[in-house]
C-alpha cells in the first residue's frame, strides 16, 4: 500500500449505538406493505386461525433469514456485493442481483409515497370528491386506457415526486448516523404514535365490531390449504426486508460487540405487532364502510394494496365522523413508512457503489441518487404508469427476492459451507443462541419453502398473462425484467475496480492497520486510545 492510498483511508461511517441500528431496521421493514398487504392477507388466510401460519413462518423462516443477512453483514463489513464476495469470491454476483432488484424496487416505490404525500394534502378537505375511485384512476393518475407505458406525464404527479426525491435523496447525503439513523429514530415513533391515534379513533366508529369480528374470527379449516402457509411465509417475508441486501448493508454499519440475535428479534416482533396494529384499525375502518353500505367487509376489503389505500380508504373518510383525522393520520403513516423503507432500498445501492469505485459518500449519493430519480419520474408519473408499477412490482417480489435469497441459502450453506462460521460469529456476542436449530432451517426447511413459493409464482403466471395485460407489457417489464437482472449482475461482479482498490482488498477484510506517512511503518489504530478498535477502512 502507497502512502497516498493510506491517507485515502477512513473508518467505516456506522450507526452510533445499537438502538439506532434497531429503530432503522424497523423503519426499513415497517413499509406499505405492513399497512395496506397484512389485513387482506391474513383475512383471505382465515383470520384468526392466520395468526399459526404466520407465527409458524416468523419463527421458521423469518428471523433465521434475518439473522442471515445480520450475520453477513456484521462479519464481513460491507455491502451486499462486497460482503457476499469477502464470504466466497463467486458470491458476489448474488450481491449484485440483489443491488439491482433494489434499483427496480426504487423506481416504482417513490410514485405509491408521492400519492401517499398528494392523499395527506387532500384529507383536509375530502378533495377525492364523492367517487374515490374515479378521482385516482382518472382525474389523478389519468389512467392510460390501453395497459403499457406511456410518454404523456401528469403534471401534479411529477412534481410530488420530484419532492420525494429531494428529501430521500437529502436524507442519504447526510450520512448513516445523521441521516438514516436520526430519520428512523424520529419517523418511527411518530408513525407508532399516528398509527395507534388512528385506531382509537376507527374504534369508535358504527360496525368497527363486525370488521374486528371478520378480522380476528378463526376458520380453521383454512390450516389444512398449503397455500395459506406458503402465504404466511410471504407476508413474512416481504415484510421483513430480507433477501435483498437491506439488512446485510445496515448490519455492517454495526459495532462488533452489538448483540445481533436480540436485536432481530426485537426487530421481527416489532414489525409483527405494527401489522397487528395495521390489521385492527384498516378492518374497524372496514367494518364502518360495510356496516354504511348494508354489506359484508369482504366485498368492501377487495383484494387490498393500492385499491384498500387509496380508494376503499377515501370512500370510508368521507362517510366517518371525524373522517378527515382519520384520512390525515393514515396517509402520513403511509408515507412515513414508506419514506423510510425507500431510504433503506437506496442505501443499499449506494454502499454498493461506494465499496466497488471508492468514492466519497456524497459523491456516491448523487451518482446512485440523480439517475434512478430521473428514471423513476419518467416512468411512474406517466399515464401508464401504474400499469408498469403493477408488472414491474408483481415479478421483482415473485421472481426476483424470493430467487436471489433462495440460491443464496443454498450457496452459503453447500457451495461455500460458510454456515458454522456464521453461527459462530453470530453466537459469539448475542443474547439467542443459534446452535443446531437455526443452521438446520436455513440450510433446509427455507429453501425448500421458497423454491415452493417460486413454483406456484411460475405457475401462476404462466397459465394466463398476468392481470390479462399485453404480452409486450409483460415480456419487457415482466420475464424480460426477471431474465436481465442476475446476467447484469454477473457483468458488474467481474467489472474491474479501480486502481485505488485492489481485488484482493475487495475480497476479505484487512486488518485494521495504517502506514504512518512519515515512518513508512506499520501501525494499528486499535492501540490509539483515540479511535474505535472494531472501525474497518
Known sequence: MSSTEATEVKPKEGFSSRKVFIFAAIGSAVGLGNIWRFPYVAYEGGGGAFIIPYLCALLFAGIPLLYLDYAIGHRYRGSAPLSLRRLGRGAEWLGWWMVLICVIIAIYYASILAWAS???????????????????????????????????FV?????????????????????VQTGIGRTAVVFIPVLVLAFIVLVIQALT???????????????????????????????????????????????????????????????????????????????????????????????????????LAFIAFPTIINEAPGGVIIGVLFFVSLLLAGITSLISIVEVIIGAVRDKVGISRLAATFVVGVPIA???ILMFSTTGGLYV??????????????????VMMLAVTYVFRKLPVLREHLDARSSVKLKGWWPALVAVVVPILLIVMLWQALRDKLAAPYEGYPADLLNVFGWGMVIALPIIAIVLSSATRPSGLSAASFARPKPNRQISVATGKIRNPAKNRNVKADAVP
Do not use: C
Not at 383536509?124 to 404523456?152: C, I, N, Q
Open 374 to 376: 430521473v428514471v423513476s
Open 205 to 307: 366508529l358504527d360496525g368497527a365490531m363486525e370488521g374486528l369480528n371478520a378480522f380476528f374470527t378463526p376458520d380453521w379449516g383454512a390450516l389444512t390449504d398449503g397455500a395459506v402457509w406458503i402465504s404466511a411465509v410471504g407476508q413474512i417475508f416481504f415484510s421483513l426486508s430480507v433477501g435483498f441486501g437491506i439488512m446485510i448493508t445496515y448490519a455492517s454499519y454495526v459495532g462488533r460487540k452489538t448483540d445481533m440475535t436480540g436485536s432481530g428479534a426485537v426487530v421481527a416482533f416489532s414489525n409483527s405487532g405494527f401489522e397487528l396494529l395495521a390489521g385492527i384499525g384498516v378492518f374497524a375502518a372496514l367494518g364502518f364502510m360495510a356496516t354504511t353500505a348494508g354489506t359484508s367487509v369482504g366485498e368492501v376489503l377487495g383484494s387490498g394494496g393500492i385499491g
Open 389 to 406: 408499477l403493477d408488472t414491474m412490482d408483481a415479478f421483482v417480489n415473485s421472481f426476483g427476492i424470493i430467487a436471489v435469497a433462495a
Open 155 to 175: 403534471p401534479e404527479i411529477t412534481w410530488t415526486m420530484v419532492i420525494v426525491w429531494v428529501v430521500t435523496i437529502g436524507v442519504l447525503a447526510l450520512g
Open 118 to 152: 398528494k392523499y395527506a394534502v387532500l384529507s383536509f378537505s375530502k378533495g377525492w370528491g364523492e367517487d374515490p375511485e374515479t378521482y385516482f384512476m382518472h382525474d389523478y393518475l389519468h389512467r392510460a386506457k390501453v395497459p403499457g407505458p406511456t410518454m404523456d
